[in-house]
């Protein structure tokens, strides 16, 4: 497939990242350039960090939710930038500050990300300020202009948001659309010849994570944004429709699971799975250009082509059928073939229905779909039980919080037992890469080491060689702008970006550059040393503690999602919302154990418990979700009947009960079990493609399930 470059580099220029960088750079370095006007740049370097602070907490979301985090954090970075510096002559009593503030507001994290954010704002105010000693009058105009500086950059952002609304949730939802059109890029890789199974499986696993945490931060600002909840534009109902139907595309996505090895084995020598191929990937483009549409504003064209090579494709199936008189293809093979082709063609219906959304003529009388808004969100209450709750050495919340405020101490100490005009740069490091559990840590921990080394080699090197400060000032500019737009994305490069805005920061109040940059490096290497090996001394957490959990939790989803897809079969009038819901939840706690999965292969290899039963399990789970998925589609695309359904409500009967005993033995409720009997379909007479498929997929359901039942026998919790 083509490389397209320039879209790449426009899809990131307009997205919620680069978005993100241009603001935050607009707010930190409007108030110094323009109090330097009027010779009060210290003035204006203390608002930009009040406004640096700020933009900690200011993380995509609601705007209300975003409104009250800034408020909260420029009150909260006033009273302890005032209390540190009161305090910062006096070691003993600004260390036991230092040391329980860190503990308080490490422990946000039980009320979520953004409470979190709010903390490490407060936190970073309070490190900068430890070494800055002034007189009274002094800290307090400082906090003064941190308050200023706080407040202006929330009302940047609300004022940014007012003038463009739905700008954050296009930006957001053309990202996830991405995710899912890579998703199914993935996929198609399974129809390429020699390609590695498991290397393939694995990245889906993995990137089956992105799509949900992206998908639910569209679902937060969708569903929490009042403009598009009262249905009251155009747009929103716009903006919900293409959500709602990318969603649906994406069940139909992952119904797409076979034996690829089978289907190698037929029809490799025949050619036919290249057809499949183009056909997925050209289908991945035109997922692709609804992305770009979305954050352009303009509307994406449909390529006819596709339904073409659709027609060409089942043309090829029909050959292939009518050539099978000696029967060496088998009949379940072409059948699977058959399926492929129906699963794509919906694929294609899907994205031409989401394409038709965007005509300027349809987008007023678009009518949105009834939904139970609160069903498919989650409150983050300001709870002081779940904080008391959370106080014991089970939590790994606490004991994170417990290892952070000891090792900024140490940091603290260490700081001021060295030659160092910046000591703080240890407790910055400690700060930003200790994370609740180890693998998260060595990973940061590996980032910043490397984007720091990095920046400081580029840095050097931009001020050998360039002299004018006009241009170095632009480069400063630049650094701010993706240093800031990279700290969500990529925080690699946003350390890259980071280390010289920093040391071009420093050459513009006069303060050196090399010694300053080997400063940076030494204050690094040892706050990097303090946090890393404390995470694994100091009250670790390793991903083995919640092995448990994330099993029950995505094994009860699965039979949650199965339940409700039988009642499309057995019921009369099924709950489409209470399937929905079940469906999501079935994506959150697949992710949740994938990037369970995906930590502890970081972590040393004594803490990898079961990582070979853990992989087979994650992978056994996501075909059954697979499964169940296409057998719901099934019922919803063809609007299937049951002409038997005595035999296959057996068949539901016994996988329900298959479920029940891989529950209760990963609970170690139940002894180990034998002889639990597999039910087979007795009809074999059926030869219409529909019946079959049907009573194939409860059998695959079943099998998957009997498998995942005699998987958790290898598990010792």
């Not at 490397?450 to 931009?462: K, M, N, Q, Y």
């Not at 180990?672 to 359901?701: A, D, G, T």
Request: hydrophobic residues 45%; contains cysteine; proline residues 2%.
């Amino acid at each position: 497939m083509p490389f397209k470059p320039v879209r790449t580099i426009n899809d990131f220029l307009l997205s919620t990242y680069f978005a993100d960088g241009l603001r935050i750079t607009f707010g930190v370095l409007t108030p110094p350039v323009l109090l330097a006007q009027f010779g009060h740049f210290e003035y204006g370097m203390a608002m930009a960090l009040g406004a640096l602070c700020v933009s900690v907490s200011d993380l995509p979301g609601p705007i209300v939710h975003r409104r009250n985090a800034m408020i909260i954090s420029t009150l909260l970075i006033t009273i302890f930038s005032l209390l540190t510096g009161l305090t910062n002559k006096q070691p003993l009593f600004v260390g036991s500050l230092l040391t329980i503030s860190c503990f308080i507001f490490s422990m946000f994290l039980v009320f979520g990300v953004r409470a979190s954010a709010v903390g490490t704002g407060v936190l970073l105010v309070m490190v900068l300020s430890i070494d800055d000693q002034r007189g009274a009058t002094d800290v307090m105009m400082q906090s003064g202009m941190l308050l200023i500086g706080g407040t202006w950059y929330s009302l940047l952002s609300y004022s940014v948001y007012r003038i463009r609304p739905f700008r954050m949730v296009q930006q957001a939802l053309s990202d996830s659309i991405i995710e899912v059109s890579e998703f199914l890029r993935i996929k198609a890789k399974f129809y390429n010849e020699g390609v590695n199974y498991q290397e393939t499986y694995d990245e889906l696993l993995k990137h089956q994570v992105l799509v949900h945490e992206k998908q639910e931060a569209v679902r937060e600002m969708l569903f929490k944004t009042r403009e598009i909840v009262r249905d009251s534009t155009p747009e929103g109902r716009f903006l919900l429709l293409v959500f709602v139907d990318m969603v649906d595309l994406f069940e139909q996505v992952m119904s797409t699971y076979y034996n690829y090895k089978k289907l190698h084995e037929q029809f490799d020598s025949i050619g036919i799975l290249k057809s499949y191929e183009r056909v997925i990937l050209h289908s991945c483009l035109a997922l692709d250009d609804i992305a770009y549409s979305l954050k352009t504003g303009g509307s994406p064209k449909f390529n006819s082509s596709l339904k073409e090579e659709i027609k060409l494709l089942k043309q090829e199936i029909l050959e292939l059928e009518m050539n099978n008189a000696d029967g060496k293809i088998s009949t379940l093979g072409i059948i699977a073939l058959k399926n492929i082709e129906i699963n794509i063609e919906n694929i294609l219906s899907r994205i031409q229905t989401i394409n038709s959304y965007f005509s300027e003529t349809n987008k007023p009388y678009l009518k949105s779909r009834s939904i139970d808004i609160n069903k498919f969100t989650t409150r983050q209450t300001i709870n002081v039980k779940a904080f008391v709750s959370n106080l014991t050495l089970k939590s790994s919340i606490f004991r994170h919080a417990l290892r952070v405020s000891i090792v900024m101490l140490i940091g603290f100490i260490i700081g001021r037992n060295i030659d160092s005009a910046h000591s703080y740069w240890i407790l910055l490091t400690i700060l930003v890469i200790s994370k609740p559990g180890f693998s998260l840590t060595k990973k940061r921990n590996y980032e910043r080491i490397i984007g720091t080394l990095a920046g400081s080699l580029i840095g050097i090197a931009i001020m050998y060689f360039i002299k004018d400060r006009n241009a170095l000032f632009i480069i400063l500019m630049i650094c701010m702008i993706f240093s800031y737009s990279f700290q969500r994305k990529n925080y690699v490069v946003s350390v890259i970006f980071i280390t010289p805005y920093s040391l071009l920061l420093f050459y513009f109040l006069g303060m050196g550059t090399l010694s300053v940059a080997t400063e940076r490096i030494y204050d690094t290497l040892i706050g990097c040393g303090i946090a890393f090996t404390s995470s694994y001394f100091l009250f670790p957490s390793w991903e083995s503690e919640n092995l448990k959990k994330g099993m029950l939790g995505v094994l009860n989803a699965n039979k949650d999602y199965y339940e409700q897809v039988l009642r499309f079969y057995f019921e009369e009038n099924p709950s489409l919302t209470a399937y929905k819901v079940s469906r999501k939840e079935l994506y959150v706690q697949t992710a949740n154990l994938a990037s369970l999965f995906q930590r502890m292969l970081s972590e040393p290899k004594s803490k990898q418990v079961h990582i070979q039963e853990l992989h087979q399990f994650t992978s056994l789970n996501h075909q059954l979700s697979s499964f169940i998925a296409t057998l719901s589609l099934y019922y919803k695309d063809h609007a299937y009947k049951i002409t038997d359904q005595q035999e296959l409500r057996v068949l539901a009967d016994n996988t329900l009960y298959l479920f029940s005993l891989a529950e209760k033995r990963i609970n170690k409720k139940t002894d180990s079990i034998e002889n639990v009997p597999l039910i087979r379909s007795n009809n074999e007479e059926v030869k219409e493609l529909m019946e079959v498929s049907v009573s194939e997929q409860f059998i695959l359901i079943q099998k998957v399930v009997y498998d995942i039942f005699k998987l958790t026998e290898k598990f010792k919790f």
